[in-house]
């Protein structure tokens, strides 16, 4: 597989490019508190479905009770309240990512799972069968295309590394009419080609929670 450059990551400084949107999820947590409006969801269905379509790449694997789940971008932990109950995890561990400080308190605050753990970090620090990065690409804040592109890329591959089974992630696509000057719209083609070449042949492209968005599963 063709491999980009590698530029280090480092888990305890947040880049540049990350702090504004750090500062915006702080801000957006202080105001609405842990719900969906915090994390730029028009409504909790919505954000319930994205989850639930992230969590169906677990069909695959139901003989065992201990998956690992990595987070990237877990917010107040919203998902991990999908992920509960599934058999599957009856014995896993969940590690929540997350760069903004207020989201990562309240987390704490509200889940006292054991299972659960949460990480201030902008990238995956612990191995996990599957990882999913929900809405976490979307919002680009001051960066440019290019630059957030290049982000993007280079923190999948980095995921990539952590993840031992399969990965999920959502984006915006770049067909909608929809337009925010802060957020990312991207091409769901040129993203299925980045991740064969880059992390594996095994690619799925799904379109079915809205036309204006779309989920990728890699597999390893």
Known sequence: MEKLINISQNSEKTPEILKPIADCF??????????????????AKRQ????????????????????SI?????????????????PQFNN????????????????????????????????????????????????????NNEEWLTYIK?????????????????MLNIESPLRDKTLFYADPNYFVDFCKNHLSEKVSLSKILNPNEFVIFVRK
């Open 26 to 43: 702080n801000w957006s947590m202080r105001r609405y508190g842990p719900n969906h409006r915090a994390v730029a969801w028009r409504d």
């Open 48 to 67: 319930i479905r994205r989850f639930q379509i992230f969590i169906g790449l677990l069909s695959y694997d139901t003989s065992r009770d201990n998956i």
């Open 70 to 86: 990595n987070d990237l971008g877990c917010g107040y932990g919203a998902m991990f309240k999908s992920l509960k109950v599934l």
């Open 92 to 143: 896993g561990t969940y590690f929540g990512y997350d760069i903004s400080d207020e989201m990562l308190s309240t987390a704490r605050k509200e889940i006292s799972d054991p299972r659960c753990i949460f990480i201030k970090s902008h990238i995956a620090t612990e191995k996990a069968d599957y990882s999913f990065v929900s809405g976490t690409y979307n919002m680009r804040m001051n960066s």
């Open 154 to 170: 280079m923190n999948l591959e980095q995921l990539w590394t952590k993840t031992q089974i399969g990965l999920g992630f959502n």
